[in-house]
């Protein structure tokens, strides 16, 4: 058996009969004369029907689609398969984790996939098709009902047009994969509701446009913004799903209605991949939006919980637990992942490697830290520091692969809060200084700012100053002054050429 990952995470299989233990996604809604091009196709395009030539797998055929799992996806980005004659080995697990089949593989890498998908011409839009059919067909919207709930009740005036328009595209999914076709009859109840269907994609698309841009602020205006609108955004983005789901069911059931009509293959090849292509950006885009959105929502929520104080957020009929929030917005980034056939990941606890503390960094500070830092951040390392203020206040700084942060401590141990962040590439210069019976000092200048922090006076001596004196040194291998702000002036060059020639005159005198 054959897999030729089409696109990442889904692979055609050729085999000369389908297994019978993997849960294989048959091609569905081509005509017989479609379903053959497109085998035919992909065949040669990816090199199997060579192989099958040289008379090593008999006779061989595109059997339907292999989904492979996000955590199959991320084993495959740590560890190297093995390889024979350009294909990678590896194997097929049937559901119950047994392994099923051997097979050989082509990741879909680059030149090589975009090569094929060029071979495959008019194909490749058939192709196109099947994978969001696939995409369909595992992914059926389950009912959140939490969220759903809050949808029902905020949008109460669009939910029966909602719930009409899935329940319309989810029957005429299951119908048209009965019949193995989207006929007219099945495809007329998706036409008659394509305004209605254009209609509930705008609106709650750009409801949820209009949440990410008010999050575009600094931190203090998102963590207000969220606290205010919580309950709003878990509604628009449920709303959302829904409408989004359901347009792109009925975009992809017009394409197959369209591939149905053969008399007219020729003129409607060019309209079919403009119409898959146009569908597959547009609902890719509203995927991406819908999980910038609700990554920001999940991790307010858990810093929220992290943080002292209140334990409920405000509510329209009433206040719920911060718990519950975080359930709700856990529930949609997990769906949202899944559709987009992603692992629905959370950033891993906090463990710098330098720690310049009196005793240990204390453990509530790296768990809101955890939700703070930008997302997929890491913590490289923190330190206990002072600000250098007329009225001196404690603060934290910190230092992640791209940037360093600076804060005052209540700031992030009762609102959860970084207040100056700084890219690493912006430090021009950096200065560490001991201090007799003091802590050091520690001077940094970026582009813009002089900044001047101490350390208390247990970083004076021994392993403290040695810690304190590692963190500057850290800090210092980031210092560079770009190409573009170096500058150069006449005087000096001056003064050099006459300092050079007055050499070379004394030099012939004393000759």
């Known amino acids: 058996m054959n897999l030729v990952e089409i696109e990442p995470g889904l692979a055609v299989l050729f085999a000369d009969q389908p297994p019978s233990d993997i849960d294989l996604i048959p091609f569905q809604m081509l005509s017989a004369q479609a379903h053959r091009d497109l085998t035919d196709k992909l065949a040669i395009a990816s090199g199997v029907g060579n192989f099958a030539a040289q008379g090593s797998q008999g006779a061989i055929a595109a059997q339907g689609l292999v989904r492979l799992a996000p955590e199959t996806l991320k084993a495959l980005k740590l560890a190297q398969p093995m390889t024979s004659g350009g294909w990678n080995l590896g194997s097929l697990v049937s559901s119950n984790g047994k392994i099923a089949a051997s097979v050989r593989w082509v990741p879909a890498t680059g030149a090589q996939s975009a090569t094929m998908l060029a071979a495959l011409g008019p194909a490749a839009a058939l192709l196109a098709l099947q994978i969001q059919l696939a995409s369909i067909s595992r992914r059926i919207d389950e009912n959140i009902q939490l969220t759903r709930d809050v949808l029902q009740a905020l949008h109460e005036d669009q939910w029966t047009t909602l719930l009409g328009l899935y329940e319309t595209t989810m029957r005429a999914v299951?119908?048209?994969?009965?019949?193995?076709?989207?006929?007219?009859?099945?495809?007329?109840?998706i036409a008659t509701r394509e305004a209605d269907l254009r209609k509930q994609r705008h609106l709650f698309t750009s409801l949820v446009r209009s949440h990410i841009q008010a999050l575009d602020t600094d931190a203090k205006g998102r963590r207000a913004y969220l606290q205010r609108n919580i309950e709003q955004?878990?509604?628009?983005?449920?709303?959302?799903?829904?409408?989004?789901?359901?347009?792109?069911?009925?975009?992809v059931l017009r394409a197959g209605n369209i591939s149905r009509d053969e008399s007219n293959a020729v003129e409607n090849e060019r309209f079919l991949a403009e119409l898959v292509s146009e569908t597959q950006r547009d609902h890719s885009q509203a995927m991406d939006d819908a999980a910038r959105l609700l990554g920001d929502l999940e991790r307010q929520c858990r810093l929220f919980a992290e943080l002292p104080g209140e334990r409920s957020l405000p509510f329209t009929s009433k206040r719920r637990s911060?718990?519950?929030?975080?359930?709700?917005?856990?529930?949609?980034?997990?769906?949202?992942?899944a559709l987009r056939n992603q692992a629905h990941t959370q950033p891993a606890p906090l463990n710098p490697s330098l720690v310049v503390f009196k005793e240990t960094a204390p453990d509530e500070v790296l768990r809101i830290l955890r939700w703070a830092l930008p997302a997929g951040g890491s913590l490289l390392a923190i330190a206990d520091v002072n600000l250098d203020r007329l009225v001196?206040?404690?603060?934290?700084?910190?230092v992640t692969p791209e940037r360093f942060f600076i804060s005052a401590q209540t700031a992030v141990r009762k609102q959860g809060m970084i207040e100056r962040e700084f890219d690493l590439a912006d430090v021009r210069y950096v200065r560490f200084r001991e201090r007799e019976k003091q802590g050091p000092l520690l001077d940094i200048i970026t582009t813009d700012e002089n900044i001047k922090l101490t350390f208390d006076d247990w970083a004076a001596k021994g392993e403290g100053l040695s810690e304190a004196r590692r963190f500057g040194n850290l800090l210092e291998a980031a210092m560079n002054l770009p190409e573009s702000e170096r500058r150069t002036d006449p005087l000096l060059s001056a003064e050099s050429s006459f300092e050079d020639n007055w050499s070379t005159n004394e030099l012939e005198v004393a000759r």
């Open 322 to 337: 911060i718990g519950d929030a975080v359930v709700m917005a856990e529930a949609l980034a997990e769906r949202v992942a």
């Open 392 to 398: 001196g206040e404690n603060a934290y700084i910190g």
């Open 233 to 251: 955004i878990v509604a628009d983005t449920h709303g959302m799903l829904m409408a989004e789901g359901s347009w792109y069911r009925s975009q």
């Open 174 to 189: 299951r119908e048209a994969q009965l019949a193995g076709a989207v006929n007219d009859h099945i495809f007329a109840a």
